[in-house]
């Protein structure tokens, strides 16, 4: 290998290390859950909100044709501290699933749940987007979490 491979491949390494540091500083530091995607391993058919425990929620969302169902139309109210688990999924083709000031940013993908977990310690409105364009009615494609 000639100079200049060496230093490409000491290049390439050090940035594989760099991004595998900050995924574990993100994880362990900044306390972030890491998406999760759980094929097959659970089916959801229809939006659903349930209460499983004090201030401990699952939301069931699924995704189609430009608008999300989550049991309750488009729109979950919980209280300020509670813990949402989030199960997505999409009955057409893959949309996004990005719950705004969190680090929740899921992708609905039809035959698949993907998983996250989101505590809500602030009182307001969270804005839940997709950021994976659908077709026509995307920019329609909206949700709210509120936070009492």
């Given at each position: 290998?000639?100079?200049?491979?060496?230093?490409?491949?000491?290049?390439?390494?050090?940035?594989?290390?760099?991004?595998?540091?900050?995924?574990?500083?993100?994880?362990?530091?900044?306390q972030?859950?890491?998406?999760?995607?759980?094929?097959?391993?659970r089916?959801?058919q229809?939006?659903?909100?349930t209460?499983?425990?004090?201030?401990?929620?699952?939301?069931?969302?699924v995704?189609?044709?430009?608008?999300?169902?989550?049991?309750?139309?488009?729109?979950?109210?919980?209280?300020?501290?509670?813990v949402v688990?989030?199960?997505?999924?999409?009955?057409?083709?893959?949309?996004?699933?990005?719950?705004?000031?969190?680090?929740?940013?899921?992708?609905?993908?039809?035959?698949?749940v993907?998983?996250?977990r989101?505590?809500?310690?602030?009182?307001?409105?969270?804005?839940?987007?997709?950021?994976?364009?659908?077709?026509?009615?995307?920019?329609?494609m909206?949700?709210?979490?509120?936070?009492?």
């Amino acid at each position: 290998m000639d100079r200049f491979e060496k230093r490409a491949m000491a290049l390439a390494l050090s940035l594989v290390l760099m991004f595998f540091g900050l995924v574990v500083y993100a994880a362990k530091g900044l306390q972030a859950d890491l998406p999760t995607c759980l094929p097959y391993k659970r089916e959801i058919q229809r939006g659903n909100f349930t209460e499983v425990g004090p201030k401990r929620y699952q939301v069931d969302a699924v995704a189609f044709m430009w608008s999300f169902d989550m049991g309750q139309g488009n729109t979950v109210t919980v209280p300020r501290g509670a813990v949402v688990d989030f199960y997505v999924t999409s009955r057409d083709v893959m949309h996004g699933y990005h719950i705004d000031k969190t680090l929740a940013n899921l992708m609905a993908i039809p035959g698949a749940v993907t998983y996250a977990r989101v505590k809500f310690d602030k009182a307001g409105e969270y804005q839940i987007l997709c950021h994976e364009y659908c077709g026509l009615g995307h920019q329609n494609m909206v949700g709210r979490i509120i936070v009492e």
